[in-house]
């Protein structure tokens, strides 16, 4: 092999190496643009039936994947709304004066929905896919978690206080 075909198969690599090195580059960038800050998927199909109940709630809808499922339609959207009720009227709870406490839960709930409209658009972004997400499902399933949290670790902590007392006892 001479010098000058040595030479023509280092460039040919040079040029192989540098077009694949761009498109992997292209590749990534697509992939990192696209993905960037989702982390929320939807299942695939393929593996949805395989058995669907494994990857559809149950009882409740959280955010926007599942919130028209007919089924999910129950009356856990009002036990949903009663929860959010419940942790916006907590601060105020023991306030004799009713419509000073009606006052202040509406303020909290305007403060939070002001809040939650600077938030929608980063929280689409967490979905791999088009969603429709709105200020209202936000606050009412960001409420609805929260105060599910509170009464069980309150309820945990509940019995786990009287375990002790009965083990002292």
Do not use: W
Not at 6 to 29: F, M, P, V, Y
Not at 77 to 85: E, G
Not at 94 to 120: I, N, S
Request: charged residues 25%; hydrophobic residues 35%; glycine residues 4%.
């Amino acid at each position: 092999m001479s010098q000058g075909e040595n030479g023509s198969d280092e460039e040919a690599l040079q040029h192989l190496t540098s077009t694949i090195d761009q498109k992997i580059d292209k590749g990534a960038q697509k992939t990192e643009s696209f993905f960037s800050s989702a982390s929320i998927y939807k299942v695939p199909e393929y593996l949805r039936t395989l058995k669907e109940s494994a990857y559809t709630p149950c009882l409740v809808a959280i955010g926007p994947l599942h919130r028209e499922d007919t089924h999910l339609q129950t009356p856990m959207q009002h036990v949903k709304m009663s929860y959010t009720n419940y942790l916006l009227s907590r601060p105020t709870a023991g306030m004799l004066d009713r419509e000073l406490a009606k006052r202040k839960k509406f303020t909290a709930l305007q403060e939070c929905l002001t809040e939650l409209k600077t938030l929608v658009d980063d929280a689409k972004k967490c979905y791999a896919e088009e969603v429709t997400l709105d200020e209202e499902m936000m606050l009412v399933d960001g409420c609805f978690i929260l105060e599910f949290l509170y009464r069980y670790c309150t309820k945990t902590v509940i019995m786990e206080a009287k375990s002790i007392s009965s083990f002292i006892s």
